[in-house]
């Protein structure tokens, strides 16, 4: 197809799947310019989630503190999408700042998923199984997930601090892959957790997402923490034989539905048949990694947000009498409810007096999760796990929740390997009774990308 004819048809897409406000920006098609046939993105779209600079859309957060910011510059990975003449279509939708697992609590108002949604059946040309209903697409990177999902874009880029590539990807039926830490730069991505934050890659097949890794990994002056990593190559003749898998039994936790279940197993059985060695193994940690995350993640955000004054960046009070008053007014007004309580709890972790008691005690505990993972590693390959527990949940039922409840039912699978930075990806493999798609995660150990894709691909 030709440039024009695939902005075209990305922009009708886009119009049709307004209703699951997926996007929050869309680049107007003069402004889209034509690559080369050269070129490895070349005739790609791409969505890319609103927490990484650009210098042609604002770069929201889906926050009132950075509702009008340009930030003047793209993030790295941008520019390498870019200069391999990816079509940088639009910005997506998000939870303020990264920070959820629904795309639920947005300044824009929430995302929808596209599966079992009325919009599902009329576009979809779907024959009508079942009651349509809104479900959310996951998050907190939904916007990039229903982009690719709805076939709007071939390539969403997410973050993934605790999951938010994996988990909507698998509730929205795409791939959802998180490269090792440090192995993508994140010059340009607004923080998080730096010490867990990672660019995350969102497509419909595992060759789009070798091809995009191939494109944005690799050293970035701008990026202390990144390497030089060597890109994948799959290759077909590719075999299970030699690869051991692990299933860590705590991954089978409360919440976990049957269909889930059956899926996971059923899947290690067909790759017990192709040849893998497939046998339970443990993850002793697992279940603390919830409870550490989230004061490790409260802390990073307390300290990530200070930039945030009404000075700097962002939202500017008008009603300031001193400077204390600029603060905290331009914060009042310009932070949701969750930043903020991220923030009060962050702070208090990190008085002087709780200072051993909560952060330390976290930094430890993460290192017992890494030693988990470092052990598992001695033994397997491949570790498989489901991604989220069910199928997506009902968007009225959980935006009930509160943002805290909606994390731990959530993150529980997908957040450990954030803890030891290891690579994961998320594969749909089924459909469950009402046709939402049910997915599996599969990990492996740092920087051996080839290994899980290559794996991944064959599931697929
Ligand atoms: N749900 C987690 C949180 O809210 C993870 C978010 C993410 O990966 N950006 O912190």
Same mark, same amino acid.
Request: proline share 4%; with cysteine; hydrophobic share 35%.
């Given at each position: 197809?030709?440039?024009?004819?695939?902005?075209?048809?990305?922009?009708?897409?886009?119009?049709?799947?307004?209703?699951?406000?997926?996007?929050?920006?869309?680049?107007?098609?003069?402004?889209?310019?034509?690559?080369?046939?050269?070129?490895?993105?070349?005739?790609?779209?791409?969505?890319?989630?609103?927490?990484?600079?650009?210098?042609?859309?604002?770069?929201?957060?889906?926050?009132?503190?950075?509702?009008?910011?340009?930030?003047?510059?793209?993030?790295?990975?941008?520019?390498?999408?870019?200069?391999?003449?990816?079509?940088?279509?639009?910005?997506?939708?998000?939870?303020?700042?990264?920070?959820?697992?629904?795309?639920? *609590?947005?300044?824009?108002?929430?995302? $929808?998923?596209?599966? %079992?949604? +009325?919009?599902? =059946?009329?576009?979809? @040309?779907?024959?009508?199984?079942?009651?349509?209903?809104?479900?959310?697409?996951?998050?907190?990177?939904?916007?990039?997930?229903?982009?690719?999902?709805?076939?709007?874009?071939?390539?969403?880029?997410?973050?993934?601090?605790?999951?938010?590539?994996?988990?909507?990807?698998?509730?929205?039926?795409?791939?959802?892959?998180?490269?090792?830490?440090?192995?993508?730069?994140?010059?340009?991505?607004?923080?998080?957790?730096?010490?867990?934050?990672?660019?995350?890659?969102?497509?419909?097949?595992?060759?789009?997402?070798?091809?995009?890794?191939?494109?944005?990994?690799?050293?970035?002056?701008?990026?202390?923490?990144?390497?030089?990593?060597?890109?994948?190559?799959? *290759?077909?003749?590719?075999?299970?034989? $030699?690869?051991?898998? %692990?299933? +860590?039994?705590? =991954?089978?936790?409360? @919440?976990?539905?049957?269909?889930?279940?059956?899926?996971?197993?059923?899947?290690?059985?067909?790759?017990?048949?192709?040849?893998?060695?497939?046998?339970?193994?443990?993850?002793?940690?697992?279940?603390?990694?919830?409870?550490?995350?989230?004061?490790?993640?409260?802390?990073?955000?307390?300290?990530?947000?200070?930039?945030?004054?009404?000075?700097?960046?962002?939202?500017?009070?008008?009603?300031?009498?001193?400077?204390?008053?600029?603060?905290?007014?331009?914060?009042?007004?310009?932070?949701?409810?969750?930043?903020?309580?991220?923030?009060?709890?962050?702070?208090?972790?990190?008085?002087?007096?709780?200072?051993?008691?909560?952060?330390?005690?976290?930094?430890?505990?993460?290192?017992?999760?890494?030693?988990?993972?470092?052990?598992?590693?001695?033994?397997?390959?491949?570790?498989?796990?489901?991604?989220?527990?069910?199928?997506?949940?009902?968007?009225?039922?959980?935006?009930?929740?509160?943002?805290?409840?909606?994390?731990?039912?959530?993150?529980?699978?997908?957040?450990?390997?954030?803890?030891?930075?290891?690579?994961?990806?998320?594969?749909?493999?089924?459909?469950?009774?009402?046709?939402?798609?049910?997915?599996?995660?599969?990990?492996?150990?740092?920087?051996?990308?080839?290994?899980?894709?290559?794996?991944?691909?064959?599931?697929?």
């Amino acid at each position: 197809m030709s440039h024009n004819k695939v902005v075209l048809a990305s922009l009708q897409r886009a119009c049709l799947i307004k209703e699951l406000n997926a996007f929050i920006s869309i680049a107007q098609p003069q402004d889209l310019s034509p690559s080369r046939s050269t070129d490895r993105l070349n005739g790609f779209t791409v969505a890319i989630k609103d927490n990484f600079c650009t210098t042609d859309f604002k770069t929201t957060c889906a926050s009132q503190m950075l509702a009008d910011y340009n930030p003047g510059y793209d993030a790295s990975i941008v520019e390498k999408l870019r200069k391999e003449g990816a079509i940088l279509f639009g910005k997506t939708n998000l939870d303020e700042f990264a920070m959820g697992s629904g795309t639920v *609590d947005s300044l824009h108002g929430p995302t $929808k998923n596209i599966w %079992g949604s +009325p919009l599902h =059946y009329t576009i979809g @040309g779907k024959e009508r199984k079942s009651k349509p209903s809104w479900r959310i697409a996951g998050g907190s990177s939904g916007g990039s997930a229903v982009a690719v999902a709805s076939g709007t874009c071939r390539i969403g880029i997410g973050s993934d601090t605790g999951g938010s590539t994996r988990n909507p990807a698998s509730y929205c039926g795409v791939v959802g892959f998180k490269p090792t830490y440090s192995s993508v730069s994140r010059h340009g991505l607004i923080p998080l957790v730096n010490s867990m934050d990672v660019p995350g890659i969102i497509t419909r097949t595992v060759d789009d997402a070798v091809l995009t890794y191939n494109v944005i990994s690799g050293h970035d002056p701008k990026d202390s923490t990144t390497v030089e990593v060597s890109p994948v190559k799959l *290759d077909d003749k590719f075999n299970l034989n $030699k690869i051991k898998v %692990g299933i +860590p039994r705590e =991954y089978h936790c409360e @919440g976990l539905s049957q269909e889930v279940l059956e899926v996971w197993k059923s899947i290690a059985r067909i790759l017990q048949e192709a040849g893998a060695k497939v046998s339970q193994m443990s993850m002793p940690h697992t279940s603390s990694s919830i409870a550490c995350y989230s004061v490790l993640n409260q802390c990073e955000v307390a300290s990530n947000m200070a930039r945030y004054d009404g000075l700097r960046y962002g939202h500017r009070s008008s009603q300031c009498k001193s400077t204390h008053d600029l603060y905290a007014s331009s914060r009042s007004e310009g932070l949701g409810l969750v930043v903020r309580g991220r923030i009060l709890a962050g702070n208090f972790f990190l008085l002087q007096r709780n200072y051993s008691k909560y952060f330390e005690k976290a930094m430890k505990v993460r290192r017992l999760i890494c030693e988990d993972f470092k052990r598992a590693w001695d033994e397997f390959d491949i570790l498989l796990t489901p991604t989220t527990l069910s199928g997506a949940p009902e968007l009225r039922q959980f935006a009930g929740l509160d943002n805290r409840e909606q994390c731990v039912m959530n993150d529980y699978c997908t957040q450990p390997a954030n803890m030891s930075g290891c690579p994961a990806i998320s594969i749909p493999v089924a459909l469950n009774k009402n046709e939402l798609p049910l997915s599996l995660q599969l990990m492996s150990k740092n920087y051996d990308e080839e290994t899980l894709l290559s794996v991944a691909r064959i599931i697929e």
